[in-house]
T-cell receptor, first 108, second 114 residues
Framework: KNEVEQSPQNLTAQEGEFITINCSYS?????LHWLQQHPGGGIVSLFM???GKKKHGRLIATINIQEKHSSLHITASHPRDSAVYIC??????????FGKGTKLSVKP | GAGVSQSPSNKVTEKGKDVELRCDPI?????LYWYRQRLGQGLEFLIY????????KSGLPSDRFSAERTGESVSTLTIQRTQQEDSAVYLC????????????FGEGSRLTVL
């Protein structure tokens, strides 16, 4: 079993829809990162979480440390949100472990 | 610099040649990671440096791969006797000390082995 599991693997949505991407992990962590990679593009950090909730524009990220679960929400989705979203956890002992990513496609 | 800098951005080499990839992390970032991303695939961990601690080399796929980092500065990833399956984008990321920092990635070095 992977130490970081993301779901869904692929997601297609219509413009304007509310989107949720989930990340579950099985190791002790000091932080969790949500990253975005557009097709052919670099990897950009969206959020770093160690507890609670963060919001940036239409993006919201939450983490439940007890349940070892995080969610990334996109409100009022737009075609430019189409990208791969990656969850990464920083282990308490230091290394980063990545999920396999969620490929999001938002149709106009 | 303002971000993580990697060079070269593109490298085409012949099978059997050695290549060296460079990563210049954000100043003050003690943690440095190398990952590999094959076309259409996820991120594959290679090696992790944390300050002056011994690096975590558990992700290096073979003894043809090695990496060095001097203190908390530049890191080089060396691939000896390159093979076609080494073709990928090699990504470097850095983090500041402690858990509270944002993760920054370089743009990657695209390696093509002919």
């Amino acid at each position: 079993k992977n130490e970081v599991e993301q779901s869904p693997q692929n997601l297609t949505a219509q413009e304007g829809e509310f989107i949720t991407i989930n990340c579950s992990y099985s190791v002790g962590i000091s932080a969790l990162h949500w990253l975005q990679q557009h097709p052919g593009g670099g990897i950009v950090s969206l959020f770093m979480l160690s507890s609670g909730k963060k919001k940036h524009g239409r993006l919201i990220a939450t983490i439940n440390i007890q349940e070892k679960h995080s969610s990334l929400h996109i409100t009022a989705s737009h075609p430019r949100d189409s990208a791969v979203y990656i969850c990464a956890v920083k282990r308490s002992q230091g290394n980063l472990i990545f999920g396999k990513g969620t490929k999001l496609s938002v149709k106009p | 610099g303002a971000g993580v800098s990697q060079s070269p951005s593109n490298k085409v080499t012949e099978k059997g040649k050695d290549v060296e990839l460079r990563c210049d992390p954000i100043s003050g970032h003690t943690a440095l990671y190398w990952y590999r991303q094959r076309l259409g695939q996820g991120l594959e961990f290679l090696i992790y440096f944390q300050g002056n601690s011994a690096p975590d080399k558990s992700g290096l796929p073979s003894d043809r791969f090695s990496a060095e980092r001097t203190g908390e500065s530049v890191s080089t990833l060396t691939i000896q006797r390159t093979q076609q399956e080494d073709s990928a984008v090699y990504l470097c990321a850095s983090l500041p000390q402690g858990a509270a920092g944002e993760l920054f990635f370089g743009e990657g070095s695209r390696l093509t082995v002919l």
